[in-house]
C-alpha cells in the first residue's frame, strides 16, 4: 500500500499544477495589466484562453494515453507545463503571454483528464477513493500555493516571477514519472504485456492475487473479441448501447460540478464581495481565504469517501449547495446583512469541496470500462472545461442582466436538477470492481435506456 501511496503523491502532483496554473493569473493580471497596457477584453482572453486550451489538451489526452501509455503522457505533459510557464516568464507582450496560456491550457486540460485514469488503476478498490480524492486535493492546494505566491510577490509586482514557480512542481512530475512511476498495468495487458503488468500488480497486491487478476482479464479479452467494442476504438466506444450509462452519468456529472456555480465563486469572489458592501480591496487576501476554506473540506472528504460512499456524499454535497446559494442569492435580492452573504459563500464552498468537487473525479476513475477509462475521462473532463468556459463567460453579463441575487436562485436550480439526477442513476462505488458497478449502472438505466450486451472488459487495478 505504501508503493501506491507514494506512486499517487507523485502522479497527483499533475493536480496541484492544475491548481496552480489556473489560479496564479488571478494575482498575476493584477501587474500584466499595467505592464502590457491591457484593456478589459485582453484581461479576459488571459484568463479564458487557458479553459480553451484545457478542452483540447483534455479531448486529445484519451487517444494519446491510450497510445503511448499512462506514464509516458503524463511525462509528456510535464514538460508541456514547463515549455507553457518558460514562455510564460519570458513573454514580452500580449500575444506571446496569449501562446503561454494556451500551450498551459493544453497542459492543464490533458492532466485532468489522465491522473483519474492512472490513480484509479494502480489502486486497490478498498483505498480507490481516498486515492482517487488526492488529485482534488493536490488542485486545491495548487490554487492556494498559487494565491499565497501572489500575495508574497505582490509587494514586487513580479508577476514573471509568480509564474516562474510552476516550474519546480512541473519538473518534479517530469522526473517522478521518469524514475519512479511504473506504466499502468491495465495499460500493459491491454497491449500484450502480461509479465510487465504481473511484476507491478504483485508489488502491491501479492502472487496470488496477481495470477486471479491475469486470468480475469484473458477471459474478459476473449469475451471482447465477440463484441463490437473492438471494431470501435476511442470515443466511438464510448456511445455503443452497453456503455452509454456510464457515458451519461459521466458527461452529466461533469457539467453539474460546473453549472453548480462553484467556478463563479472562485473566479470572481473579489466581485461578488464587493457587492456586498464589504471593502474587497485585497482581492488576493479574499481568495486566499477561499481557498483554505476549499481545501480544509477536501481534506475532510478524503476520510470520507471511503468510509461514507460516494453516493451519500454527492448527495449532502448537491443539497447544502441548493441551500446556500439560493440563501446567498436572497440576501442580494433582499439587501440583507453583507456579512451573512459572506457566511452562505464560505458554506457553498464547504459543501462544494466536502462532496461533489472531489468526487467526480473519483466517479471518473470509476465508471467506465477498463479499456475505454482513458477515452471515457477524456470526454467528462472535455466537458467540464467547456461547462466551466460557459460559466464563467456568462455569469457577469447574466449577473447584469437578471441580478446577480437572481442568477445565484438559477444555480441552486441546477444543484437541485443534479440531486435529482444523483439519486435517480449515479450507483455507489464504494468498494466494487468494475463489474459490479456496471451491473448498479445497467439497473439503474434499464426504465429509460437499453444498455445492450455487457461488453468485454479488461482488468483495470489491483482488487
Known sequence: MRKVVRWAAIIAVGGFLFGFDTGVISGALLFISDEFGLNAAQQGSIVSVLLIGAMVGALSAGRIADRFGRRWTIV????????????????????????????????????????????????????RGRILTMNQLLITVGIVVSYLVDLGFSGSGSWRSMF?????????????????????????????????????????????????????????QREQQHTEQKQRPGMRALLAPAVR??????????????????????????????????????????????????????????????????????IMSLLGMMITVTLLGL????????????????????????????????????????????????????????SNFVVSQAFLPLANALGQGQTFLIFGVICLVGLLFVTRFVPETKDRNYDQIDDSLRERFTSTHHTGPRPGRAVGSPG
Request: charged content about 10%; proline content about 6%; glycine content about 8%.
Open 164 to 220: 516562474a514557480v510552476g516550474v519546480i512542481p512541473a519538473a518534479v512530475l517530469c522526473l517522478g514519472a521518469l524514475f519512479v512511476l511504473p506504466e499502468s498495468p491495465a495499460w500493459l495487458l491491454t497491449h500484450g504485456r502480461p509479465e510487465q503488468a504481473r511484476d507491478i500488480v504483485t508489488r502491491v497486491a501479492g502472487p496470488e492475487l496477481t495470477e486471479k487478476l491475469v486470468q480475469r482479464y484473458r477471459e474478459r
Open 331 to 386: 440576501t442580494f435580492i433582499f439587501a440583507s446583512n453583507p456579512k451573512l452573504s459572506l457566511v452562505f459563500m464560505v458554506l457553498y464552498i464547504a459543501a462544494f469541496a466536502g462532496g461533489l468537487g472531489p468526487v467526480f473525479w473519483v466517479l471518473v476513475g470509476e465508471i467506465f470500462p477498463p479499456h475505454l477509462r482513458a477515452s471515457g475521462s477524456s470526454a467528462a473532463t472535455t466537458v467540464n472545461w467547456l
Open 76 to 127: 509528456g505533459e510535464s514538460v508541456l507545463f514547463m515549455i507553457g510557464t518558460l514562455i510564460a516568464v519570458l513573454a514580452p507582450g500580449y500575444w506571446v503571454l496569449l501562446l503561454a496560456r494556451v500551450v498551459l491550457g493544453l497542459a492543464v486540460g490533458a492532466a485532468s483528464a489522465t491522473v483519474p485514469v492512472y490513480l484509479s488503476e494502480i489502486s486497490p478498490a478498498e483505498i
Open 245 to 314: 450509462p456510464a457515458l451519461i452519468v459521466g458527461l452529466a456529472m461533469a457539467a453539474i460540478q460546473q453549472f453548480g456555480g462553484i467556478n463563479t465563486i472562485i473566479y470572481f469572489a473579489p466581485t461578488i464581495i464587493e457587492q456586498t458592501g464589504l471593502n474587497a480591496s485585497n482581492a488576493i487576501l479574499y481568495s486566499v481565504f477561499i481557498g483554505v476554506i476549499n481545501l480544509v473540506m477536501t481534506v475532510v472528504s478524503i476520510g470520507a469517501v471511503d468510509r461514507f460512499g460516494r453516493r451519500p456524499l454527492l
